[in-house]
């Protein structure tokens, strides 16, 4: 099958599961799966801890002139959740762990020199958009299925060690802000996971998209 | 009548004003009532916000072992009751629903927007990195319409305390209850809590701590123990009674007096107070326990075989009487409302106690003396007096003698208060003994000195010596600098946004509402006024709490944050007049002590005139050694209280009046001149009404609540130091 033609087969993929269909009429490489297999891979997927990856987040919004991206460095830790260092463009850090997230931004001092450290923390609510999604991906790095199905309608596509999971929300005013979700890796890695919203002409009125690559397990010393 | 007449209709009487008295009672547990007038503003300040503030109205809810999850549905269903104002950590989401309007509606003036480019770039690139975050619609909305975020900032800043991410330690998260009551509204903070522990109940391990919980928890345990505490010595009371006279109706005769005293007195307080306080009620029956020693006598002297005259008897406790009637009336002199009550209470009570121990005792025909009989001249002995007062006055001279700080006299275990601090500082909670005063003739000029106090403060937020402050000027600026800002929205408010703007990521055409807004304000200005912010049911109480009039003065208050060092801010402070550190704990201890010296100058005066009144009555060397006795006693009774207790409350030198009043009553029968037939009958009686008094009071200090242990301890020891001094010493010279 040629390259070019790889990203229509997906987009199709992608509109038919987005529209409930879990069985993809197209003969293609990746299966789709049944609820119970789909319930299988979530919980086999298990993603290790300690393992550090650099990311790279864009998104587009309509209050963006064109595409913004930040990029740093995520970690899963067993006792803090996940971590994101943001390194570029501007420093913060992120955690996540147990529905709640906090954000640590460096701010100049108004009347003194230096800089001090401040920290917004935020417990997440699942009827906020921006707070689905990452309930949906705390959820899958936890394999928390429960999670998953409470929120989500749940599919996902197979190949070998190749996996996509797609969630559509369930409440139909999250819907109109995210219309999918879609978390993408290999065999336990997690390498891509994107939030659209349709513009209603075929394109994308709002996107996030993450990339993920491995740098190296953390070791117990460090 | 005969005397089974009228102790019938004494008791009836009895009954039947109990019952009005308890129909017309209105009870207060307001303890400014019992504080002295103010004379500065500090003081002023303490006794008008007792009760309320950070101190009184924070609960801290531990729960174990559960999830973030399961603490927001927690916090939700707190929040639907109508007695909390709040639950911290509350939520700090970009999200225009949690603005109130009238903060939305003059959020140009509640904040300054950057005035140049660069500082609209660093606004607009935390926007940016906000957006990267989450992109919510409403999120969306909000930067659109305030990119500077104005008004989510000043909900911020004033909910001091919301921010602190410190809300779970060790596997327990900590939920912050900030409730509407004030302190002294016992009830309604004891329906409060027992709502919040239903809520925890499915929560194991889960605990409330904090001012309003230990209050409530101690009203029980103190209603519970003064009932058992009270029923003890009753009872063991009433055995002693039964065993001296072995006659119902004489114990009978002995209560009836001093029921009837305490009820009048309760139906005097109801008529002349619109309310009564709780103290006034503990102490006052306190204090008539000497009305018990009236009957007593007459009952023990009227006994088959007594010399003593009921004229003479009753010559000897007209003196007492009187006396201890002049120093309860010292209290009605006092100043404070709450002592003032006590004393109309016990001066009340004692007269009752009085005219119905002289109406249903029986008149007795005494007994003529044997021929061979002797009177007795009274040798007194002045060197037991004098000794005793010497050791007493060296132990006091040794120790600590008044003891000012009101937080000894809780009973809540040092171990939880201790925890109680730690919480506090840990979760970042408002300081309860500092807090920042700023006075001035006009709101506005409050206001303004207000800003400056703030801006001087910053450096300390800055560095951490404060971790946040809470004051009106985060949610009401002066209208001086609401204008400033509107001038600004007016020169150049714009400009530097478009230069910003264009080099940013964001899209210039999603900002044209903001512009359009923007520009409206500097043309229309609508400044914010203090009136539509009380109006507003999120923001009013909390308003008025922080900023309000006092007479002809306003008076705006800054609640300290997460405070490490005190004389930091006192410094600062110090560069703006109409500021002021206020200790609250100093504050409550200078007020006790002026409180002391007022309460001790007219009880002072009170025993120069006992001691004219005795002088009328006998020779002055009686009169010395009466005084003598009284006033060792009540000097031992003062050193083994600093010995035990660490120094002399308030409520310790009422209990000292006591002393005074009972051992003055012991002295006065033991140095009056007798036949040897009296002795007898002047023994017992007095040797009765000290055991009556110690058996009591002895019972009273094995309490563990402070303030009942202190008292019982120090009458106790008056009135065995009394009686021991009245019995023997002096002695007994025959005449013939």
Same mark, same amino acid.
């Given at each position: 099958?040629?390259?070019?033609?790889?990203?229509?087969?997906?987009?199709?993929?992608?509109?038919?599961?987005?529209?409930?269909?879990? @069985?993809?009429?197209?003969?293609?490489?990746?299966?789709?799966?049944?609820?119970?297999?789909?319930?299988?891979?979530?919980?086999?997927?298990?993603?290790?801890?300690?393992?550090?990856?650099?990311?790279?987040?864009?998104?587009? @919004?309509?209050?963006?002139?064109?595409?913004?991206?930040?990029?740093?460095?995520?970690?899963?830790?067993?006792?803090?959740?996940?971590?994101?260092?943001?390194?570029?463009?501007?420093?913060?850090?992120?955690?996540?762990?147990?529905?709640?997230?906090?954000?640590?931004?460096?701010?100049? @001092?108004?009347?003194?020199?230096?800089?001090?450290?401040?920290?917004?923390?935020?417990?997440?609510?699942?009827?906020?958009?921006?707070?689905?999604?990452?309930?949906?991906?705390?959820?899958?790095?936890?394999?928390?299925?429960?999670?998953?199905?409470?929120?989500?309608?749940?599919?996902?596509?197979?190949?070998?060690?190749?996996?996509?999971?797609?969630?559509?929300?369930?409440?139909?005013?999250?819907?109109?802000?995210?219309?999918?979700?879609?978390?993408?890796?290999?065999?336990?890695?997690?390498?891509?996971?994107?939030?659209?919203?349709?513009?209603?002409?075929?394109?994308?009125?709002?996107?996030?998209?993450?990339?993920?690559?491995?740098?190296?397990?953390?070791?117990?010393?460090? | 009548?005969?005397?089974?007449?009228?102790?019938?209709?004494?008791?009836?009487?009895?009954?039947?004003?109990?019952?009005?008295?308890?129909?017309?009672?209105?009870?207060?547990?307001?303890?400014?009532?019992?504080?002295?007038?103010?004379?500065?503003?500090?003081?002023?300040?303490?006794?008008?916000?007792?009760?309320?503030?950070?101190?009184?109205?924070?609960?801290?809810?531990?729960?174990?072992?559960?999830?973030?999850?399961?603490?927001?549905?927690?916090?939700?269903?707190?929040?639907?009751?109508?007695?909390?104002?709040?639950?911290?950590?509350?939520?700090?989401?970009?999200?225009?629903?949690?603005?109130?309007?009238?903060?939305?509606?003059?959020?140009?003036?509640?904040?300054?927007?950057?005035?140049?480019?660069?500082?609209?770039?660093?606004?607009?690139?935390?926007?940016?990195?906000?957006?990267?975050?989450?992109?919510?619609?409403?999120?969306?909305?909000?930067?659109?319409?305030?990119?500077?975020?104005?008004?989510?900032?000043?909900?911020?800043?004033?909910?001091?305390?919301?921010?602190?991410?410190?809300?779970?330690?060790?596997?327990?998260?900590?939920?912050?209850?900030?409730?509407?009551?004030?302190?002294?509204?016992?009830?309604?903070?004891?329906?409060?809590?027992?709502?919040?522990?239903?809520?925890?109940?499915?929560?194991?391990?889960?605990?409330?701590?904090?001012?309003?919980?230990?209050?409530?928890?101690?009203?029980?345990?103190?209603?519970?123990?003064?009932?058992?505490?009270?029923?003890?010595?009753?009872?063991?009371?009433?055995?002693?009674?039964?065993?001296?006279?072995?006659?119902?109706?004489?114990?009978?005769?002995?209560?009836?007096?001093?029921?009837?005293?305490?009820?009048?007195?309760?139906?005097?307080?109801?008529?002349?107070?619109?309310?009564?306080?709780?103290?006034?009620?503990?102490?006052?029956?306190?204090?008539?326990?000497?009305?018990?020693?009236?009957?007593?006598?007459?009952?023990?002297?009227?006994?088959?075989?007594?010399?003593?005259?009921?004229?003479?008897?009753?010559?000897?406790?007209?003196?007492?009487?009187?006396?201890?009637?002049?120093?309860?009336?010292?209290?009605?002199?006092?100043?404070?409302?709450?002592?003032?009550?006590?004393?109309?209470?016990?001066?009340?009570?004692?007269?009752?106690?009085?005219?119905?121990?002289?109406?249903?005792?029986?008149?007795?025909?005494?007994?003529?003396?044997?021929?061979?009989?002797?009177?007795?001249?009274?040798?007194?002995?002045?060197?037991?007096?004098?000794?005793?007062?010497?050791?007493?006055?060296?132990?006091?001279?040794?120790?600590?003698?008044?003891?000012?700080?009101?937080?000894?006299?809780?009973?809540?275990?040092?171990?939880?208060?201790?925890?109680?601090?730690?919480?506090?500082?840990?979760?970042?909670?408002?300081?309860?003994?500092?807090?920042?005063?700023?006075?001035?003739?006009?709101?506005?000029?409050?206001?303004?000195?207000?800003?400056?106090?703030?801006?001087?403060?910053?450096?300390?937020?800055?560095?951490?010596?404060?971790?946040?402050?809470?004051?009106?000027?985060?949610?009401?600026?002066?209208?001086?600098?609401?204008?400033?800002?509107?001038?600004?929205?007016?020169?150049?408010?714009?400009?530097?946004?478009?230069?910003?703007?264009?080099?940013?990521?964001?899209?210039?055409?999603?900002?044209?509402?903001?512009?359009?807004?923007?520009?409206?304000?500097?043309?229309?200005?609508?400044?914010?006024?203090?009136?539509?912010?009380?109006?507003?049911?999120?923001?009013?109480?909390?308003?008025?709490?922080?900023?309000?009039?006092?007479?002809?003065?306003?008076?705006?208050?800054?609640?300290?944050?997460?405070?490490?060092?005190?004389?930091?801010?006192?410094?600062?402070?110090?560069?703006?007049?109409?500021?002021?550190?206020?200790?609250?704990?100093?504050?409550?201890?200078?007020?006790?002590?002026?409180?002391?010296?007022?309460?001790?100058?007219?009880?002072?005066?009170?025993?120069?005139?006992?001691?004219?009144?005795?002088?009328?009555?006998?020779?002055?060397?009686?009169?010395?050694?009466?005084?003598?006795?009284?006033?060792?006693?009540?000097?031992?009774?003062?050193?083994?209280?600093?010995?035990?207790?660490?120094?002399?409350?308030?409520?310790?030198?009422?209990?000292?009046?006591?002393?005074?009043?009972?051992?003055?009553?012991?002295?006065?029968?033991?140095?009056?001149?007798?036949?040897?037939?009296?002795?007898?009958?002047?023994?017992?009686?007095?040797?009765?009404?000290?055991?009556?008094?110690?058996?009591?009071?002895?019972?009273?200090?094995?309490?563990?609540?402070?303030?009942?242990?202190?008292?019982?301890?120090?009458?106790?020891?008056?009135?065995?130091?009394?009686?021991?001094?009245?019995?023997?010493?002096?002695?007994?010279?025959?005449?013939?």
């Amino acid at each position: 099958m040629p390259v070019k033609v790889l990203p229509l087969k997906w987009l199709c993929v992608v509109v038919l599961s987005s529209l409930g269909i879990t @069985n993809a009429a197209v003969s293609d490489p990746s299966s789709p799966l049944s609820e119970a297999q789909v319930r299988e891979l979530v919980g086999s997927l298990s993603f290790p801890d300690e393992v550090e990856v650099a990311f790279e987040q864009s998104q587009l @919004n309509p209050l963006f002139k064109r595409v913004s991206t930040q990029s740093g460095v995520m970690l899963k830790s067993a006792t803090q959740g996940l971590v994101m260092q943001v390194t570029h463009p501007r420093a913060e850090r992120r955690v996540l762990h147990d529905g709640a997230v906090s954000l640590t931004r460096q701010v100049r @001092n108004r009347h003194t020199p230096g800089e001090r450290s401040v920290t917004r923390r935020m417990q997440l609510d699942p009827s906020r958009a921006s707070h689905l999604v990452l309930l949906a991906l705390e959820a899958l790095l936890e394999s928390d299925q429960d999670v998953l199905f409470a929120h989500f309608e749940v599919s996902a596509l197979r190949n070998s060690d190749r996996w996509e999971v797609q969630l559509v929300p369930l409440s139909p005013a999250l819907k109109q802000q995210i219309s999918r979700l879609r978390f993408h890796g290999e065999d336990r890695q997690l390498t891509r996971f994107r939030s659209e919203r349709d513009d209603g002409k075929g394109g994308y009125s709002h996107y996030l998209e993450v990339r993920l690559q491995t740098i190296q397990p953390v070791s117990a010393e460090a | 009548m005969s005397t089974a007449q009228r102790t019938f209709l004494v008791a009836v009487l009895t009954c039947f004003v109990g019952v009005a008295a308890g129909l017309r009672l209105n009870m207060s547990y307001d303890l400014a009532a019992f504080l002295p007038p103010p004379t500065t503003a500090a003081q002023t300040l303490l006794t008008q916000r007792l009760g309320q503030g950070p101190g009184a109205q924070l609960i801290f809810v531990e729960i174990p072992g559960v999830g973030n999850e399961q603490v927001a549905e927690l916090a939700a269903t707190l929040r639907s009751h109508s007695h909390i104002r709040r639950v911290l950590p509350e939520e700090q989401t970009l999200n225009p629903s949690a603005i109130p309007a009238v903060v939305w509606q003059h959020r140009w003036v509640l904040g300054d927007l950057p005035n140049s480019p660069e500082g609209w770039q660093t606004v607009l690139e935390q926007r940016t990195d906000d957006l990267m975050f989450a992109a919510d619609d409403d999120t969306l909305a909000l930067i659109a319409a305030d990119p500077a975020l104005l008004s989510i900032s000043a909900i911020s800043r004033f909910a001091a305390g919301a921010q602190m991410p410190n809300f779970n330690r060790d596997d327990r998260h900590y939920l912050l209850v900030e409730t509407a009551l004030p302190g002294y509204e016992l009830n309604q903070q004891t329906e409060l809590i027992g709502h919040i522990r239903s809520i925890l109940a499915p929560y194991p391990g889960a605990a409330l701590l904090g001012s309003p919980v230990y209050a409530v928890d101690l009203q029980d345990d103190v209603r519970n123990e003064a009932t058992l505490f009270s029923l003890l010595a009753g009872v063991a009371l009433l055995l002693l009674m039964i065993y001296r006279f072995r006659s119902a109706y004489r114990v009978l005769g002995v209560a009836l007096p001093l029921a009837a005293g305490g009820v009048a007195g309760l139906l005097t307080l109801t008529l002349v107070f619109s309310e009564v306080h709780g103290i006034t009620l503990a102490f006052g029956f306190t204090l008539m326990g000497v009305a018990i020693d009236y009957p007593l006598h007459l009952y023990t002297h009227a006994e088959p075989g007594n010399v003593s005259e009921r004229r003479t008897i009753w010559k000897v406790l007209r003196l007492g009487i009187a006396s201890t009637l002049l120093a309860y009336g010292a209290f009605i002199f006092s100043g404070t409302p709450g002592l003032q009550q006590l004393g109309v209470f016990a001066f009340t009570g004692i007269v009752v106690a009085v005219l119905v121990a002289a109406w249903i005792t029986p008149t007795w025909q005494s007994s003529a003396p044997p021929k061979e009989a002797t009177t007795h001249t009274q040798t007194l002995r002045f060197w037991p007096p004098l000794t005793v007062l010497a050791v007493a006055v060296a132990l006091l001279a040794s120790n600590p003698i008044f003891n000012d700080n009101l937080a000894s006299l809780t009973p809540v275990d040092p171990q939880l208060l201790q925890r109680d601090a730690a919480l506090r500082r840990d979760l970042g909670v408002a300081d309860i003994r500092y807090l920042l005063s700023v006075h001035a003739d006009s709101q506005q000029a409050a206001l303004e000195a207000t800003e400056q106090t703030l801006l001087a403060l910053t450096p300390l937020l800055e560095s951490g010596v404060l971790s946040g402050v809470q004051s009106i000027s985060q949610i009401l600026p002066s209208l001086r600098t609401q204008q400033s800002r509107q001038a600004h929205l007016q020169t150049n408010g714009l400009e530097h946004f478009a230069a910003a703007l264009s080099n940013s990521l964001l899209n210039p055409a999603a900002f044209k509402s903001f512009e359009q807004a923007l520009l409206s304000q500097s043309d229309a200005p609508d400044l914010l006024e203090l009136e539509e912010l009380r109006n507003d049911p999120q923001l009013g109480s909390v308003v008025d709490t922080l900023l309000f009039e006092d007479g002809h003065a306003w008076v705006s208050l800054i609640f300290l944050h997460g405070l490490l060092d005190p004389a930091a801010v006192t410094e600062l402070s110090a560069q703006i007049p109409a500021a002021e550190l206020v200790d609250l704990k100093h504050t409550s201890e200078q007020m006790v002590a002026n409180y002391r010296g007022n309460l001790l100058g007219v009880l002072a005066i009170a025993g120069v005139l006992i001691g004219i009144g005795l002088s009328s009555q006998m020779a002055a060397r009686r009169v010395i050694w009466l005084l003598a006795n009284t006033t060792a006693a009540v000097a031992c009774a003062a050193a083994g209280s600093t010995l035990w207790q660490g120094g002399l409350s308030l409520f310790d030198l009422m209990a000292l009046t006591l002393v005074a009043g009972l051992g003055l009553d012991y002295a006065l029968f033991y140095a009056r001149e007798r036949h040897a037939g009296e002795n007898q009958a002047t023994a017992s009686a007095v040797m009765l009404c000290a055991l009556s008094s110690l058996i009591v009071f002895g019972i009273l200090s094995l309490s563990s609540i402070p303030v009942l242990h202190g008292i019982g301890t120090t009458v106790s020891i008056g009135v065995a130091t009394a009686y021991l001094l009245a019995r023997w010493g002096r002695y007994a010279n025959t005449d013939h």
